[in-house]
């Protein structure tokens, strides 16, 4: 076979600017390519979302709020320059009297009353701002519930009540201050900063040494300040001569007597009377069970459900849940197995303490592990059943001459931060009537601290319970510029703001106080055992 010339068929070779022009697409599809990639991991990262607030930035987030609910609370404050006690409101010159009256009214129906304040001249008052206490009540019966007020800042006055039970029932309009005296009360709790004078005791086995100490310590000398850093919450003692300032161990107080007000808002709060009762111009109402209306169905105690306004009344000395169904836990059994496997832990001041105390005078087996002084923290356990309660007190300040004790930390925020938590412990705070002496502004800084606590530990614990106690009422003879039970008004209105929308269960202690008339810081046996009862219905509730 012939050989035969094969010729391949190539391309001319590529020129140099060519070659450029190739190198410079791939290096540009290159760099698209990895820019495509990482900008898809860039969106995925987190630092692209709101970045988590450090502590400044918490507080100022804080700060704001806070200034808020100043803000909202301060429409609550009458704007009112009158010193002269036959201008100012009287109870005994009042009248109330009842709207839209007929022969019998439905269990579960609402009724009202109109209050025309008037002055100590008896000529009707043109402005509003008093404050008023309001219940209806069965003294038979051993019933009572609260009363809702609206002012109309005009003088007059709607009081709404609902009625929840049957048979005859009284209503109690009760003037607590005038406005006149709302207005020099504010004056006092925002201005007069020296009302107590605190003392702190630094301790070791062989010394003790005593300092002054406030919250503010205007002074060049040295101090022991004892800062929550991450809340900005301080108190500070001048250091002792000798002793370092972690020994420190109590503080006291006792009253300044410092006058701080002129003489005629001084004599206007000596001359006003507290908790006088307004006259009806009606008799008792006849309240009847009616076929056509049947009460409302609640469900059961969860966490985080509101707490409405009434929540709730008395009737034969047991009270009853406006808004979830409550177990009356008169039983030992009933509160041994609902607490069995828990830890509680009650923090605040000593209208919480009740609870512990009133716990060990119930349930035989939970003990205390030692004796101590009132205001030292508490520990009790039930070793059979594996039950834990303890008390400890809220820290600085503290209003008492006994000794407040700091063992342990010192602000609730701080504790609840170092809680792991659980589905089987359970916390219980209540903050107030040590405050009340103190700006509105410390108050609500203070629980909102405390707030953003809870919400910490819910995040890393969602099966913890936490629950918060509104102020009790308190003794009508009480020192009234820095004790009135308006400052606890003020501060239970705060309370409700500062936590909304966080799943805490609500104690509403107030009202408890209210319906039943006690005005007693610590109140009787039976209401410390509703409140429990209460607080336990949430943690086991009716099974239906």
Known sequence: MAATDITLNRKPPLSSSNKKMILFLLLVGCFLYIYWLQLGKWFDRPHLLPPSPGLHDTATLTEAKVNEILQALKRHVPAVNQTQLELTSSGAHSLVTLMNPKENYCVGEMVSVRVEMNDFRGKPKTYGGDFILARIHSPELKAGAAGVPEDFNNGTYRVNFTLFWPGSVKVSVLLMHSSEVLSTLWQAKEYCNDKFIFTGTFHNKTLQETTRCDINLST?????????????????????????????????????????????????????????TIQNEFQDITVVTCKDRVPQAVGKCEMGMSSPTPSGFFHSDR???????????????????????????????????????????????????????????????????????????????????????????????????????????????????????FPLKFYVTRLMNIKQAVTRLLQRSPLTRVFVKSENTRELNSEIIWASDWHGHLQNLALREVFRGVKVGFIDAWEFNVAANSFDLHPNRNIVHNQIALFLSYLCGPSF
């Open 220 to 276: 060049n000398e040295t101090v022991c300040e004892f800062k929550d850093e991450r809340n900005q919450e301080s108190f500070s003692c001048f250091k002792p001569k000798t002793l370092p300032c972690e020994t420190l161990h109590y503080t006291r107080s006792r009253n300044s007597k410092a006058a701080c007000l002129p003489d005629a808002e001084n004599q206007l709060l000596k001359r006003s009377k507290v908790g006088v």
């Open 319 to 437: 009270w009853s849940s406006s808004y979830c169904r409550m177990r009356s836990f008169q039983n030992v059994s009933d509160m041994n197995q609902c607490l069995q496997g828990k830890q509680v832990y009650l923090r605040g001041d000593s209208t919480i303490r009740q609870w512990v105390e009133y716990s060990t005078y119930k349930l035989n087996d939970l003990k205390y592990t030692s004796k101590t002084e009132p205001h030292a923290p508490k520990l009790t356990i039930d070793k059979k059943r594996n039950i834990t309660m303890s008390w400890k007190m809220h820290g600085f300040p503290c209003i008492s001459y006994s000794p407040c004790f700091m063992d342990g930390g010192i602000y609730i925020a701080q504790e609840l931060d170092r809680l792991a938590g659980g589905e089987n412990t359970v916390i219980a705070i209540s903050v107030g009537q040590h405050l009340r002496p």
